[in-house]
């Protein structure tokens, strides 16, 4: 069985995403599904997801997007976690998912 390695920490998986085509992928995975593995990095969990993950993505954030949204939107001096810009962009998702349409030709 192969497993994907995955990080609980925000800021280390951009860092990771670092290429033109990098994505974060926040999963909802069962705790039977995943297993916490040796990292060095004592600022974030190594979590290796086995078998196929798919069915447990609840999002995917094109990398450089993110980046773009944490430099301009950080204010002077401020230092909001990634988790924020994050957190923001799923509630926007989550409300364009349950607003009603508007009926045809409004």
């Known amino acids: ?7 609980d920490c925000p800021a280390t998986a951009l860092s ?5 085509r ?3 992928l926040i999963v909802e995975v069962p705790a039977d ?3 916490e593995e040796l990292w060095f990095d004592t600022r974030a969990k190594r ?3 086995w078998g196929r993950f798919e069915e447990y993505i609840v999002a995917s954030i094109p990398a ?3 980046r773009k949204e944490v430099r301009k939107r950080q204010p002077f001096g401020s230092h909001l976690p990634v ?3 994050i957190e923001k962009r799923l ?6 998912l349950t607003e009603p349409e508007p009926p045809l030709g409004a």
């Open 33 to 35: 599904k995943v297993t």
């Open 16 to 20: 990771y995403a670092s290429g033109p």
């Open 1 to 7: 069985m192969q497993g994907t390695d995955f990080t």
């Open 64 to 66: 450089k997007d993110l």
């Open 91 to 96: 509630a926007g998702c989550h409300a364009a």
């Open 83 to 85: 988790e924020y810009f």
């Open 47 to 49: 979590l290796m997801v």
């Open 22 to 24: 990098g994505v974060l």
